[in-house]
């Protein structure tokens, strides 16, 4: 979900060029750093070199989802969700298409497609989950209205049959609007949602194993240091709980590949606090059935890098986006 300060929280044809930049068209801008790019690449799990598919400056591009059919890679920018050809390439002339959201413009980095690709489902600036049709049109509001205070839904998955969507509910804690950080699950035709977990221990990412059989998710679960997320996964009635990593370091974003083989996440540096931007970072590949994490790809990235799942549907390829800066 988007980050905010403190750390801990969320802040929010033809004429292609490899470094477009598409401002003023929404109204969730997160601006890049004198000299910094933002880079959507496609990897491989054999760690070979990372294919580059397109390139901004000026603004961050975030969070890439990659299309059941292997065709197009949605991603957001300035408010907007874009598409682009999964085999795109800077200078090949095919710039990325902006999806019509039905007047979202506030669109944030949670965002993901369902298992037949006709819709996408995106969280928005007023705190709520839509679902917009992947060829345009208008939006339609999934989640309630919860109260008596403010409530933000970040969407993270979508069930395999397509009929349950998984979130983050954020609520006020201790003076903190973003301190409450729990699991949900909804029916994505709407509907009353069902609460996973009930805890101060911040949760985040939830997505569904191909299987249906498990949410995968991180938690600060346990932690005896602020921001020491790591690994779990529950069943979908919320029970279950087991503990998938326990390193030293920060691990966020679980995403099971679509063969059920693999889970790709994101890994900050000890005593990072949240999953900030613009850190060193790795993406690390874990077996669900156990075993030590391998490193992939090191890069400097993270928050938008691999917030949502990337995976192509052959489960040998993922999306994710760096933001080097020159000198």
């Not at 050809?85 to 669109?107: F, L, S």
């Not at 049109?137 to 839904?153: E, I, K, L």
């Not at 609460?195 to 600060?220: H, K, M, Q, V, Y």
Request: net charge negative; aromatic share 8%.
């Amino acid at each position: 979900m988007p980050a905010q300060a403190p750390a801990g929280g969320r802040r929010p044809a033809g004429g292609y060029s490899a470094r477009v930049t598409i401002t003023g068209a929404g109204t969730n801008v997160r601006p890049l750093a004198p000299g910094q790019r933002a880079r959507l690449l496609v990897g491989d799990i054999d760690g070979g070199r990372p294919r580059l598919v397109h390139e901004t400056t000026g603004s961050a591009l975030e969070a890439p989802n990659w299309s059941p059919d292997g065709r197009w890679l949605v991603f957001n920018q300035d408010g907007l969700l874009l598409r682009i050809p999964a085999d795109a390439a800077p200078g090949d002339g095919v710039p990325p298409e902006v999806i019509d959201t039905g007047g979202i413009t506030d669109a944030n980095n949670d965002h993901v497609l369902s298992p037949d690709g006709a819709t996408v489902y995106l969280s928005a600036g007023d705190g709520h989950i839509h679902a917009v049709p992947f060829a345009g049109g208008p939006a339609r509001r999934v989640t309630n209205d919860r109260g008596p205070g403010p409530f933000r839904h970040f969407l993270h998955g979508v069930s395999p049959d397509g009929l349950t969507l998984s979130y983050v509910g954020v609520e006020p804690y201790g003076g903190d609007e973003w301190g409450y950080r729990n699991i949900f699950t909804l029916p994505s035709a709407g509907g009353p949602d069902t609460r996973l977990t009930d805890s101060p221990a911040p949760a985040d990412g939830p997505e569904f194993t191909p299987d249906g059989e498990w949410i995968l998710f991180n938690s600060e679960h346990g932690a005896t240091t602020p921001g020491h997320a790591q690994l779990f996964r529950m069943r979908p009635d919320g029970s279950g709980l087991t503990r998938l990593t326990s390193d030293e370091r920060v691990n966020w974003f679980p995403h099971p590949s679509p063969d059920g083989r693999h889970i790709l996440y994101i890994s900050f540096p000890p005593g990072t606090e949240g999953h900030p931007a613009d850190r060193d970072v790795l993406l690390r590949l874990l077996d669900p059935a156990g075993g030590a994490p391998r490193d992939l790809l090191a890069f400097f990235g993270g928050q938008g890098s691999l917030n949502v799942n990337s995976w192509s549907p052959d489960s040998r390829h993922f999306a994710y986006v760096d933001y080097p800066v020159a000198g």
